[in-house]
Nanobody, 123 residues
């Protein structure tokens, strides 16, 4: 049974930083592409970042977060991370990690995701 448990969210001032974690279980984590997606209040799900399987040598980011967020993975700990710096009020959302496939699917849906962790950026 796939389990994804996000943590690390909270209230932070603009310009601040947070590090999100996602503990994965129930599937071969190291073999899967992984994603971070978010949902802002009153809006739909938005893709934030992705990381390739195994070594995680391939990463990509939405234009809105590129240069500020960094995705990484620790396969020994079955954990996905998202380091978020220079946070803006527009980053306020519930952040979810999502399981992909063993290959990159440009039409990836994010139905296999955790319960999310809330990030609020406000002064």
């Amino acid at each position: 049974q796939v389990q994804l448990v996000e943590s690390g969210g909270g209230l932070v001032q603009p310009g601040g930083s947070l590090r999100l974690s996602c503990a994965a279980s129930g599937f071969p984590f190291r073999d899967m592409w992984m994603f971070w997606v978010r949902q802002a209040p009153g809006k739909g799900l938005e893709w934030v970042s992705r990381i390739s399987s195994r070594t995680g040598s391939s990463t990509d980011y939405a234009e809105s977060v590129r240069g500020r967020f960094t995705i990484s993975r620790d396969n020994a700990k079955n954990t996905l991370y998202l380091q978020m710096n220079s946070l803006k009020p527009d980053d306020t959302a519930v952040y979810y990690c999502a399981k992909g496939r063993t290959y990159y699917d440009p039409n990836q849906d994010f139905s296999s995701r955790g319960q999310g962790t809330r990030v609020t950026v406000s002064s």
